[in-house]
């Protein structure tokens, strides 16, 4: 993109926060999540400088502001979402040297991009009645096509192997506003890979999700795998979610369990059984648990390294036949019991392994391998508080998205 096309560098701030813009409202309310754009600086504003996204939210900010109908906002909207898509799938693969010398496997260019075109969006006051419904669907727009769910694409043709993944946002930013994802990261790298395998190429498309209940309870994640499990020329042949757990270690989980509790990226939390999603067909009855059917014996075995790669098969559970005591064990569930914690627990890394093997059982595609790959923690933040990165952590960041990678290789290499 020449220089011409886009805002200049020395901008690292938004047309929003620099001007107020003609068309934006700072009064009107924005979620606990992009409050952090402000909370965290200058964390935010210099991932973007030094990664030249900043571009993307201004020429996004003034698009909006231009629009003159509902109409032409969708348009922007559309645009800018999947251009910011494509361009993070682009640098993280080497292929936009142009955006300077940031790590490409920093996975934060992306998530603060979005963040700051979400909240000039809820903020967007045009000079023409714009409908609260219409807004709500801008926004989500823009969240599935800014996270590649809108294009996901697969070649068709039975001599093609095609597998789906995902991976997520950075969380807990309350805590540390440094944070970045090692699967989000790795999502950037697996989208659009081939994969030679003894059966044929193997292609990977990937998205991101956020770590957030609500868009969880709208149907993100039903959303992004359903298409692909349907009968069709571009159904999938496995199906892996991913996301960051314990530290140096790389859990197969073995089972998702149907409950969800802890509290969000927009500080909302939850307790309870995971709901149900109406436009999507579900398993009747619901189950409690679903294993994994992810090879895993051949993920285990393929030596990707360096950190361990086992099956986690511990749960939390309330027994039979009164359901009132909890216990948590290493031997799977037992019959009857209800889940209180999958393998990998009951945050948002257990729902979306639940979520997508249920609407893949509940649309019969019992034979696609399914399930959950947990890959390690990131550890070694800058000891200065003002940085970001260092070569201390990107080192350690690339290993855990390498052996990701090579985990997913080993998967797909395995399908028959």
Same mark, same amino acid.
Request: proline share 7%; glycine share 4%.
């Given at each position: 993109m020449a220089e011409s096309d886009v805002s200049n560098r020395s901008s690292a701030i938004s047309i929003e926060e620099t001007s107020g813009g003609s068309c934006f409202d700072s009064a009107l309310p924005v979620t606990a999540e992009e409050r952090r754009i402000a909370d965290g600086a200058p964390i935010p504003q210099q991932i973007l400088e030094d990664s030249r996204f900043d571009r993307f939210v201004t020429a996004f900010e003034r698009d909006l502001c231009s629009a003159r109908s509902a109409a032409d906002a969708k348009k922007a909207v559309k645009k800018h979402a999947a251009l910011l898509w494509r361009t993070a799938v682009d640098r993280a693969q080497g292929r936009r040297l =142009? +955006?300077? =010398? +940031? =790590? /490409? &496997? =920093?996975? @934060? /260019?992306? &998530?603060? #991009?979005? *963040?700051?075109?979400? @909240? #000039? *969006?809820? @903020?967007?006051a045009p000079d023409f009645p714009i409908k609260a419904s219409d807004k709500r669907g801008l926004l989500k727009q823009l969240e599935y096509a800014s996270r590649g769910i809108s294009s996901v694409d697969f070649p068709e043709g039975r001599n093609v192997k095609r597998i789906l993944v995902s991976g997520f946002d950075p969380y807990r930013l309350e805590q540390e506003f440094r944070r970045s994802n090692p699967s989000g990261a790795a999502a950037l790298q697996l989208h659009g890979l081939r994969v030679d395998t003894e059966v044929g190429p193997a292609v990977i498309q990937a998205v991101i999700f956020p770590v957030r209940w609500r868009d969880f309870e709208d149907g993100i994640v039903e959303d992004a795998f359903a298409p692909f499990l349907k009968p069709g020329p571009k159904r999938i042949d496995l199906m892996m979610t991913i996301s960051q757990g314990r530290k140096r270690q790389m859990a197969i989980e073995g089972y998702a369990g149907r409950w969800h509790a802890g509290t969000d990226n927009n500080l909302e939390s939850r307790s309870g059984v995971i709901p149900t999603v109406s436009r999507w067909p579900m398993p009747d009855p619901l189950p409690e648990f679903i294993e994994t059917t992810l090879p895993v014996d051949a993920m285990v075995e393929a030596g990707t390294g360096p950190w361990p790669v086992f099956r986690n098969n511990r749960v939390g559970e309330w027994q039979p036949p009164d359901f009132v005591e909890c216990a948590f064990h290493e031997r799977g569930p037992t019959p009857g019991s209800k889940a209180r914690a999958g393998s990998g627990g009951d945050y948002l890394s257990n729902e979306s392994q639940y979520r997508s093997n249920r609407v893949r059982l509940g649309l019969g595609a019992v034979d696609i391998p399914g399930g959950h790959l947990h890959v390690a923690a990131l550890e070694f933040y800058p000891e200065d508080r003002l940085a970001y990165i260092d070569p201390a952590f990107q080192r350690h960041r690339k290993a855990i998205v390498d052996q990701t990678v090579s985990l997913v290789k080993a998967a797909a290499r395995a399908l028959k």
């Open positions: =142009d +955006l300077g =010398d +940031l =790590d /490409p &496997y =920093d996975d @934060r /260019p992306l &998530y603060w #991009a979005r *963040l700051h075109m979400t @909240r #000039a *969006l809820r @903020r967007w």
